[in-house]
């Protein structure tokens, strides 16, 4: 490809990208949905805090499933004054086997995202594996869409979990899937500090 093609094809990109971003000029909180059963929907989500809070924006975290603050991510945002992180969980249902637990450790922690949404001096929340609480019926999903579609308009939701409840999705401004290919505890290898925890 000549210098000339490109310069002509990259100009012809940047029109549809311009005349797009021009299109775009709705102002308002969106919810983002990380679905799949790769690795990775965490992480990006918080990845995507740590933006918000480079932008001196207001951060909350409520970890519905974990239940330990030594992993990586909590050791690194704990002291940042700009967030709030609520470890809320027992570990998974299969750790615990008390579903009595569970469901009290969940309604807990949707009492609390409950309010959080309320608020809107909150820029960003993030419900960590809020999705298996449908999934195994910890929590009615209609109660949680409508306090979601009621939350502050500047407000920002990020929801992560393998599997999403349908009307979270109908929902979602922005939903992405996190595919699983191949994964490295598959072939023996033990979970190490730094990559899943």
């Not at 775009?24 to 949905?33: D, P």
């Not at 570990?91 to 009492?111: P, R, S, V, Y």
């Amino acid at each position: 490809m000549t210098d000339k093609t490109h310069q002509t094809r990259m100009a012809n990109k940047k029109a549809v990208m311009d005349a797009r971003i021009a299109k775009a000029t709705e102002e308002r909180g969106v919810l983002i949905l990380l679905k799949g059963n790769g690795k990775g929907k965490s992480s990006s989500a918080f990845g995507t805090m740590a933006r918000s809070l480079g932008h001196g924006k207001k951060c909350a975290v409520i970890q519905f499933i974990k239940g330990r603050t030594e992993t990586g991510e909590y050791k690194l945002f704990k002291d940042q004054p700009l967030l709030d992180w609520h470890v809320m969980g027992h570990g998974f249902t299969w750790e615990t086997q008390d579903k009595t637990q569970d469901i009290a450790a969940a309604q807990k922690a949707w009492q609390l995202a409950e309010n959080l949404l309320l608020d809107e001096s909150y820029d960003m929340l993030i419900f960590d594996e809020l999705s298996y609480m449908f999934k195994y019926e910890y929590l009615d999903v209609q109660p949680v869409v409508e306090a979601i579609k009621a939350r502050p308009t500047m407000q920002n939701v990020i929801i992560t979990g393998r599997t999403m409840a349908l009307p979270l999705q109908e929902i979602a401004d922005t939903i992405s899937i996190v595919q699983d290919e191949k994964h490295a505890f598959r072939q023996g290898v033990k979970a190490q500090k730094g990559i899943e925890y």
